[in-house]
């Protein structure tokens, strides 16, 4: 087994921008691992559920770890990560006592927040890969990030989970808002000026909503402190040495920029970024590589192959001695582990040691 120096197992972040092949390389990234003879663990964030037709783990692995025939001499298994499931394990955990935890749940505040604040899917996914990697059950762990338009958002959202919950906003929800009668505890000092603000902000917001906020806030409490310390863990563990980075992208010169921007705030806040993975090149192929009226699919796939033959030159020139690795483009997408094997195939050495 790869065990970082904490003790916990060795990981592989795969991030990128959308369509460049994440879930794909994580995959085959994975199975690599379990022909070398590490026990691996594969979980994605990914809504379209892809790893599991091309593991064929099936919807089992939205509940658990599912184990893949793979017949390597490592085992590999695959988890399809659920952000709520993961929210309410945390709140199990750090709440007092277990009718503290179940008014939590029950909480039509937190049902929404679950889900939809900005952040939480984020943080939920780097929260799940602490508590796979802290438990020490695998040698290697491969997480394919969530689909974001800005991956920094993974990155940055233990960061702002501390942030909010440090913030001078989160106090003055903890204070008492409502009192032992449900009525705001404001609006019934200022006397019939105060009913008057009760019945508007009733009709503009709704005080059933507010009551299920102030709730909220107030049984969310004693699990602040739990939470910031996780939080923190999970941000050490980003940045410790076991943990490196798979950038992910495409030989489109103009995703160079972009690709550059995120592989330089990686190393600026202190990440381990590994090679950078450039997927689906278009091999060079005969034919007039220009575009016109009259233009054949011969000259398509000549066209394509020296824009994409530019746009690796242009990566390796601005990369410098930074590793790289160069991935065909494939005949048809990875569905199952014989056509996955052939990625995997694929993949230089340079992407394990790298």
């Not at 695998?138 to 919950?165: C, K, N």
């Not at 009259?294 to 020139?317: H, Y």
């Amino acid at each position: 087994m790869t065990m970082s120096p904490s003790g916990a197992a060795g990981l592989d972040i795969v991030v990128g921008a959308g369509g460049v092949g994440k879930t794909t390389i994580a995959a085959a990234l994975a199975l690599d691992w379990a022909h070398r003879g590490h026990d691996t663990l594969v979980m994605t964030f990914d809504p379209s559920l892809r790893l599991k037709d091309t593991l064929g783990v099936g919807d089992a692995a939205r509940d658990r770890e599912v184990a893949v025939g793979t017949g390597t001499t490592g085992r590999l298994a695959a988890s399809l990560l659920d952000a709520r499931a993961t929210f309410d394990r945390l709140v199990v955990r750090y709440a007092p006592d277990r009718d503290a935890a179940e008014r939590i749940l029950a909480n039509r505040y937190y049902a929404n927040l679950s889900g939809s604040l900005a952040g939480v899917l984020e943080y939920m996914a780097v929260e799940r890969l602490y508590e796979v990697a802290s438990e020490g059950r695998y040698g290697r762990v491969v997480l394919d990030t969530p689909p974001t338009r800005q991956a920094l958002d993974f990155l940055e959202a233990p960061q702002r989970i501390v942030g909010f919950l440090d913030s001078g906003a989160l106090r003055i929800a903890l204070k008492p808002w409502f009192d032992e009668h449900g009525r705001l505890v404001t609006a019934r000092r200022l006397g019939p000026f105060g009913r008057g603000l009760e019945a508007l902000l009733d009709r503009l917001v709704g005080l059933g909503v507010l009551r299920d906020m102030a709730e909220f806030f107030l049984a969310f409490g004693p699990l602040y402190d739990g939470f910031r310390e996780r939080a923190h863990r999970v941000e050490a563990l980003l940045r410790s040495a076991g943990t490196r980075f798979l950038l992910v992208t495409r030989p489109d010169e103009e995703r160079l920029p972009e690709t550059l921007f995120f592989a330089r705030r990686l190393q600026e806040a202190g990440y381990h970024v590994g090679p950078v993975i450039i997927n689906m090149c278009h091999p060079q192929a005969p034919g007039r590589p220009g575009l016109g009226r009259t233009t054949t699919a011969a000259d398509l796939l000549a066209w394509l192959g020296a824009r994409d033959e530019r746009g690796l030159r242009a990566f390796r020139q601005r990369l410098g001695s930074h590793p790289s690795v160069d991935l065909p483009l494939l005949s048809g997408e990875p569905n199952d582990l014989a056509t996955l094997d052939e990625l995997r195939r694929s993949l230089a050495p340079g992407l394990v040691s790298g």
